[in-house]
């Protein structure tokens, strides 16, 4: 083996630190935010000694910790004896560190932080909603507001709070106030609210101002869910909260909020918006310029304040939805009946924007879906879902829209009513998502597993739209908790999710019911006014266990127990549900389970209906989530509690093999998913442990190396596989084209990961069932197969403070390699085959280390830096 040294010497750097999981940190929740930051240009082997930290006032008033001794550089407590954050309060925050090998870096660049309003009496604008008198009132129809005052001299500092019972958009001085959508997201309303932050010094001026806002349904009382939704869950009012807070040159401090006194209403253009059915907009109908000081609004309606318990507003923990990327069409097809349709080449989730030109009144209609069918628009898929959108043009020149308050999931588009030819740039796709920061990449030597990693890739950006959601075209668009589960390790290696994760679990511990049932989908929908086949929840495994396994996979990729302890109550209400459900032998029977959900062998009307025992899939995911909540409980210092479930899981799995374990030494389901779950979760003996392994290799050799596991098999099915010794059928598995498979999709030009196995059948049309999305990221848990075994890059400490280079080639492939952002740094593992040897490189962060674990050889522990190791290949 061999260390690479840096290419130049170069000096120790430190990287600006991070606060907490904030890509930016204005406005932030936390007084005393845990800081992380990174290395960089150490040498090989560098490891931290200690550290200080610096923080500064606006004012240049400096406050230094002195050298604290300690390796730690991840979410790093705030200093003690450092004043914590105001309201308000800004600091810069520098850090430097000593290395054992005595190199001292210098301080680092700044990171400015700036909290928000960190108790409800900062608060002082009024919630309002729309006053429109009754004869005028159009109940389901968005509204503009509007407010002006007057700052003394010019703004030296300027902030804007905002949110809403609904969605808005603000617009201050005629200009947009930031670049988030669908603003402020999705939360358990009645528990949690997020407000925003915004930097508005520049969008002021001395004399008059004027603050305007777009509010629309959104998820708060627009229709959600299946089976004909619920509309107005969350309240049939739309309401709005902004606080402006200015300080003037002249030493004056301005607050402006939304209140009665100073704030109207009127419609606006917006005839309709809704997130299923898309929106209306008569652009005749604009008040231009009313974000303008002296707009004329006498003729507009009064605003009413309305109540809002001010404690639930909570500043955000992670990005919010943004557009960020835009797409030109791929092609313009015109279908056998003579409509146009836009193929933009990948199935997306955002809305078009668009430009025409032609005579007011006319109204150009955009029609998405995921798929054609025979040349036509297929929309059967969306269900109840319009996915429409109308633009009615006000003439006179050239024109440009976008909708505001809605989103679909689509590759094609169909245009009617365009008024000329359509022409380049015309149209365009403008992606929406959660502005989540890429930190996962894979790749290899088979082009089909790329683009298989591709549709991963873009099905948790479609379904990562403020809550992970399970599809994001029909008439659901749910955070299903069993979906979000299973993904959890591939969603955290591709992309740092952990402060919108982070918010949703405290959602999931807002919402859970007092028995400790997890809801089927946070945020829930559950109400009287709505009883779908799936509300009220009740108790089932995979969904469920999300209150235990999500927050330790955000513990195990991002080193953060404050999630742990956050979630800790959660976790122990859910398993000591579980533990009261048990019959006489231990095993969870008693409740109806979804069991392997979207077993390939379920009919297309009954996705539940699969081979594997559900109530072999509970019990097993009872041990699983007992003995990982014992291993929570140690890393919180819960001894007995630790103790506790460690017995429980120890039981349980005893129970298991009892009952489930034959004395042929085969499981009572002899399926891919029993096999898998009882090798994966350690439910078997030692000495039973091959011969399961066989077992499952052999179902899959007697499949034709086809998949036959749904959501509980399919993210472990791989690695029972690998761990047994069957590294080759997991490859076969892997590669195999027919249906069905992973990359039977692929073959058939998919751009996004299928909720079914055949979505659309061999013969190109498309599945009969009822739920059928052509972009669900569940069956792309695989993904995270990809990095650490094929490509071989995994934790082995939390938060990467260890990594595991362990990877196994086969299938044929040639070269595979990983790269992963760290919370030390970028880390790297990668393999190629040539000339009879195996050649594998590794890169370790800076305050990491790592096992390098190749076949038919000892692992080796090694330190930070770049590490080359060969082996003859293949083996034997």
Not at 209 to 215: K, Q, R
Request: proline share 9%; charged share 20%.
């Amino acid at each position: 083996m061999s260390s690479v040294a840096p290419s130049s010497p170069t000096s120790l750097q430190v990287a600006a630190p991070v606060a907490e999981h904030h890509r930016e940190p204005l406005g932030i929740g936390e007084p005393r935010p845990r800081l992380s930051w990174t290395v960089r240009a150490a040498r090989p082997g560098w490891r931290q000694a200690a550290y200080a930290v610096e923080l500064r006032d606006p004012a240049g008033a400096a406050w230094r910790s002195g050298r604290l001794p300690g390796p730690d550089s991840v979410l790093v407590p705030w200093p003690a004896g450092a004043p914590a954050l105001a309201s308000r309060e800004r600091r810069e925050v520098r850090v430097r560190v000593w290395g054992e090998d005595g190199s001292a870096s210098d301080w680092s660049p700044a990171l400015t932080v700036e909290a928000g309003l960190l108790t409800p009496g900062d608060v002082t604008a009024a919630m309002v909603a729309p006053a429109v008198p009754a004869a005028a009132r159009e109940p389901d129809r968005p509204v503009l507001l509007r407010g002006e005052f007057t700052l003394p001299a010019a703004p030296v500092t300027a902030r804007l709070y905002a949110t809403a019972h609904g969605v808005h958009e603000l617009e201050l001085n005629g200009v947009r106030v930031g670049d988030q959508a669908l603003a402020p997201g999705w939360t358990s309303y009645h528990h949690r609210l997020r407000y925003a932050t915004f930097d508005v010094t520049g969008l002021l001026r001395p004399g008059p101002n004027a603050l305007g806002a777009w509010l629309a349904d959104g998820w708060y009382r627009g229709r959600v869910g299946f089976q004909g939704g619920v509309r107005a869950f969350y309240g049939d009012e739309l309401a709005l909260l902004a606080q402006l807070e200015a300080d003037c040159a002249d030493g004056t401090e301005v607050r402006f909020g939304t209140g009665e006194r100073d704030w109207v209403c009127r419609y606006g253009p917006l005839l309709a918006a809704s997130l299923y059915d898309g929106e209306r907009h008569d652009a005749r109908l604009m008040p231009e310029g009313f974000s303008r000081p002296g707009f004329d609004a006498a003729a507009w309606h009064p605003v009413r304040a309305v109540a809002r318990d001010r404690a639930t507003l909570v500043a955000p923990t992670g990005p919010p939805v943004r557009r960020t990327e835009e797409r030109p069409p791929a092609r313009v097809l015109t279908s056998p009946s003579g409509r146009t349709i836009l193929d933009f080449g990948q199935n997306l989730v955002g809305r078009l924007r668009i430009r025409p030109e032609g005579p007011a009144g006319a109204t150009v209609t955009l029609r998405h879906a995921e798929v054609l069918q025979d040349g036509e628009l297929c929309t059967r898929p969306l269900r109840d879902a319009e996915a429409t959108d109308h633009y009615t043009l006000r003439g006179g020149g050239p024109e440009e829209w976008e909708p505001r308050f809605t989103f679909h999931g689509f590759r094609y588009a169909e245009v009617t009513g365009w008024p000329g030819a359509l022409g380049p740039g015309d149209v365009t796709a403008r992606v929406l998502h959660t502005d989540l920061r890429r930190t996962g990449w894979f790749d290899c030597s088979e082009p089909l597993l790329n683009r298989l990693h591709e549709n991963v890739v873009w099905s948790m950006r479609g379904n990562f739209l403020d809550v992970p959601t399970d599809c994001p075209q029909r008439d659901e668009r749910l955070g299903w908790t069993g979906d979000l589960q299973v993904f959890a390790p591939t969603a955290c290696f591709l992309y740092d999710c952990a402060g919108m994760l982070t918010s949703w679990l405290a959602d999931l511990a807002a919402e859970q019911y007092e028995d400790g049932t997890v809801p089927f989908f946070v945020p829930t929908l559950d109400a009287e006014a709505w009883r779908p086949d799936w509300s009220p929840s009740w108790p089932a495994a995979v969904w469920g266990d999300a209150a235990v396994l999500t927050p330790w996979t955000l513990y195990e990729r991002y080193g953060d127990a404050g999630v742990l302890r956050a979630q800790y109550a959660s976790a122990r209400a859910w398993v000591e549900l579980v533990a009261s459900r048990l019959d006489g032998d231990g095993l969870w029977r008693h409740d109806r389970q979804l069991g392997d959900w979207l077993d390939p062998a379920a009919p297309p009307d009954d996705p539940g209906r699969a081979l594997t025992d559900p109530d072999l899939v509970a019990s097993a995911y009872a041990a699983a989530s007992a003995g990982r909540l014992a291993d929570i409980a140690r890393v919180l210092g819960e001894e007995e509690d630790a103790r506790r479930y460690a017995a429980m899981a120890a039981a349980l799995r005893a129970a298991f093999t009892a009952a489930y374990l034959t004395p042929a030494g085969r499981l009572a389901s002899d399926t891919q998913t029993a096999y898998a779950l009882a090798l994966r979760f350690g439910l078997l003996p030692a000495s039973s442990r091959r011969a399961a392994a066989a077992r499952l290799a052999r179902l899959v050799a007697g499949a034709d190396h086809r998949i036959g596991t749904g959501f509980a098999g399919t993210p472990v099915v791989c690695d029972a596989l690998a761990d047994g010794g069957e590294v080759a059928t997991a490859y076969r598995l892997l590669l195999q084209r027919a249906c069905p498979s992973w990359l039977y999709p692929v073959t058939r030009g998919a751009t996004t990961i299928w909720e079914r196995w055949d979505s659309l059948l061999p013969d190109g049309t498309v599945n009969p069932g009822e739920m059928t999305s052509f972009n669900h990221y569940a069956l792309g848990a695989v993904a995270d197969w990809l990095h650490r075994t094929v490509a071989g890059l995994a934790p082995a400490a939390p938060g990467y403070r260890r990594l595991r280079v362990a990877p196994r080639p086969g299938g044929g492939l040639t070269h595979a390699r990983a790269r992963h952002l760290t919370p030390y740094g970028p880390a790297e593992a990668g393999w190629r085959v040539e000339a009879g040897r195996l050649e594998v490189e590794a890169v370790v962060p800076p305050g990491a280390t790592a096992v390098i674990d190749l076949p038919g050889s000892t692992p080796v522990e090694v330190a930070a830096g770049t590490h080359r190791v060969g082996t003859p290949w293949p083996l034997g």
